[in-house]
């Protein structure tokens, strides 16, 4: 870390010492308490994953106060990663949001001691309906402990807080253990990059997890000529298209070349424009996967000094991807 450039509110030195031994013991404090719930991690997690994997419904996490702001965060990384969750808040849960939660769906609640009086309704709601319930919470013998049907155990911690009362080493265990579930269930399902990018379509993540196919011109839009067409006819398709390039397929529509204003310009001649393609095309031209990522088809294009690729499945063409595309959508 940097230190902060000095000024009339900067600390006189002790004063900084003690901020630094404050700031030292809370995150030593996190730190143990990470160390002490990774080596307790036993067949209670397995078998939450196993739950939360082969579950019909969502997963509708649940917490009051401080939990519940940890729970929010779960919801939404468990959701951001395949695993289909929301955050139901425990007091409007009493108060007609219970009808959120089906008999397809399992339950996690979050309570640090397990004697959250607001979670009661919904504990007891889960346990009317069959509904299957995870408490996360350090008090195995506690009434949320008791009531469920597995025991996310946290270990016994003290606050960083010197009261010890207000929640900070228990909450980051909490961030931590629902972090380690969600990752754990995106590996188990093979979540991909492009899985991502679907369910993560704006800002700058979305861009640079945008595919070849989301960006590239198909159909009537994709420059082509059969390998025996005159290069006068080839210039035509390029300057109708304006990528600045023409692909050359075969009879059986396979890419076997492309011509680009710079093969026309070092062709020059009186007997170009009467020429087959095939004479001045460049065979076996650059091309790309229309699943790969549009930033690996930015980097093949400037690393091989080219503006266009075509896309082929199958050896055929199925679109082209210009360079100007790839800025155009933020892709870098």
Request: hydrophobic fraction near 45%.
């Amino acid at each position: 870390m940097t230190s902060p450039k000095s000024s009339p509110l900067t600390p006189p030195s002790p004063a900084r010492d003690v901020d630094r031994a404050v700031a030292e013991r809370v995150l030593r404090l996190a730190a143990d308490g990470l160390a002490s719930l990774a080596n307790q991690l036993d067949d209670t997690f397995f078998a939450t994953l196993d739950l939360f994997q082969t579950a019909r419904g969502r997963i509708v996490v649940s917490g009051m106060g401080k939990s519940g702001h940890i729970a929010r965060k779960i919801a939404a990384t468990l959701a951001s990663t395949g695993t289909p969750a929301l955050f139901v808040h425990p007091a409007e849960a009493s108060h007609g949001d219970m009808g959120m939660i089906t008999t397809d769906d399992v339950v996690l609640a979050l309570s640090n001691s397990g004697e959250t009086a607001e979670l009661g309704d919904l504990v007891s709601y889960t346990r009317r309906a069959g509904i299957p319930l995870v408490a996360m919470t350090r008090g195995a013998d506690s009434s949320l402990g008791e009531a469920a049907d597995l025991v996310l155990l946290l270990p016994t911690l003290a606050e960083a807080c010197p009261m010890g009362l207000a929640p900070t080493t228990s909450t980051t265990v909490m961030l931590a253990l629902g972090d380690a579930v969600a990752v754990a269930l995106l590996e188990r399902r093979g979540f991909t990059a492009q899985d991502f990018q679907v369910l993560h379509p704006g800002g700058s993540l979305g861009r640079k997890l945008k595919r070849v196919s989301d960006l590239m011109h198909t159909g009537a839009d994709l420059p082509l000529v059969l390998s025996d067409a005159r290069v006068a006819d080839a210039v035509l398709v390029m300057t109708a298209k304006r990528l600045g390039c023409v692909g050359i397929t075969d009879q059986s529509g396979r890419l076997v070349g492309v011509v680009t204003d710079g093969d026309l310009r070092r062709a020059m001649s009186p007997k170009l424009f009467d020429s087959q393609v095939s004479e001045i095309m460049t065979a076996q031209p650059l091309t790309i996967r229309p699943q790969a990522l549009a930033a690996e088809a930015l980097g093949l294009m400037n690393a091989r000094s080219v503006t266009v690729l075509f896309a082929v499945e199958h050896g055929k063409p199925v679109g082209a991807l210009h360079i100007h595309d790839c800025l155009q959508a933020g892709v870098d």
